[in-house]
């Protein structure tokens, strides 16, 4: 009998116990989306202080209009405007991008112009139908406030300069990532955070091939395309544009780079039929914008634009 029981100890000593796998992630679904991750970890001086020049109006040339008009940080990163106007009153061409994610794209800009964050601050800084100024001329202003002078003393260890400038702003927009949506928690194995339709949209999403072009972390972003190939779009000009991120999509209309669907359902189907020759039903239009608002995630807690 005790021989017996030592055999059955042994037996039971080398036979491992069952594991659990951690449930599946993104890249081991082999989805074409990454969920967003927690912003970098930054000097948080230098990020109050960029926070802080979002809001100035010395920014601007004139003091009349600050990067916070234009990009909201405390609903949908931009506005909700077809188009924003310039510094004298005029209608800007192209409608006005969200700062939400941005620094996740890999170019700046409709025309992805800029490949860094700071040549896209520097641009708008200086363009005259934005701010009007220069790095230059802001730090000079900022140079005779007494506050912000202690700030950037604390920051950067010296006076405002127009390189710290840009570097301060750079660093409060590269916090501005949102993570945490009802996909990105479904990405990392939450079956339950899509509901049916949802995860049908994106099902579809993937099967008409809208995924070809939006992608990756910022589902879009980080690839150039020719809008209008089987039918027009929307206005002509410009012709290549670099492919908007679709992260909180659903917070952001008007739509395009002319701002011309005013709803995402409009905006669904009318690249339906211009990007891949194909005509929605009522269903499959329903399920993709169910599919596009569980790309809305949160900033500081809360979700982008007030959605659920």
Known sequence: MIAICAVLLCCLEVTPAPSQSPPPTASDRGEPVTPILAAPAIDPLKVALGEKLFGDRRLSHDDSRTCQDCHDVATNGASQKRHDVSLNGAELPLNTLTVFNSTLSFRYGWEGKFRTVEADIKSSLESPNTMGSSAAEIAA??????????????????????????????????????????????????????????????????????SACHQGVNVGGNLYERHGIFHPLASPEPKILRVPSLRNVATTPPYFHDGSAPTLDDAVRKMAVAQLNATLTDQQASALVAFL?????TYRGAPVGGSP
Do not use: H, N
């Open 141 to 210: 202003k900022l140079d005779a406030d007494a506050d912000m002078r202690d700030r950037f003393f604390a920051a950067y260890g010296r006076r405002p300069e127009g390189a710290d400038v840009i570097d301060a702003l750079a660093s409060f927009q590269r916090t501005l990532v949102t993570p945490g949506s009802k996909f990105d928690r479904w990405l990392a194995g939450d079956d339950s955070a899509l509901s049916a339709d949802e995860l049908d949209g994106y099902r579809l999403f993937k099967s008409l091939g809208c």
């Open 293 to 297: 608002g569980s790309l809305t995630g």
